[in-house]
């Protein structure tokens, strides 16, 4: 499937399939890239800002990422 096609609704699949990816966005960006087969590269232009916020912050908890300091509250 041509990704132009998929590109105008990917966000929106990502939120709809996180949940059959046990919830992990990362998951559920590369299991849908793989369904399309499509780079994540590509994919990563079609998803919204929170998303990848999301993504990010799975990384930090997953240690993908290096961690950021948290001011205590």
Do not use: W
């Not at 993504?55 to 993908?64: M, Q």
Request: with cysteine; charged share 30%; net charge negative.
């Amino acid at each position: 499937m041509l990704f132009s096609e998929v590109g105008n609704t990917f966000a929106n699949q990502v939120e709809q399939n996180v949940s059959k990816y046990d919830g992990s966005y990362i998951d559920t960006v590369i299991g849908l890239c793989e369904e399309h087969e499509i780079e994540p590269e590509f994919a990563a232009k079609y998803l919204t800002k929170p998303i990848k916020e999301k993504i990010e912050s799975e990384g930090r908890t997953f240690n993908l990422l290096p961690k950021k300091a948290k001011l205590p509250i």
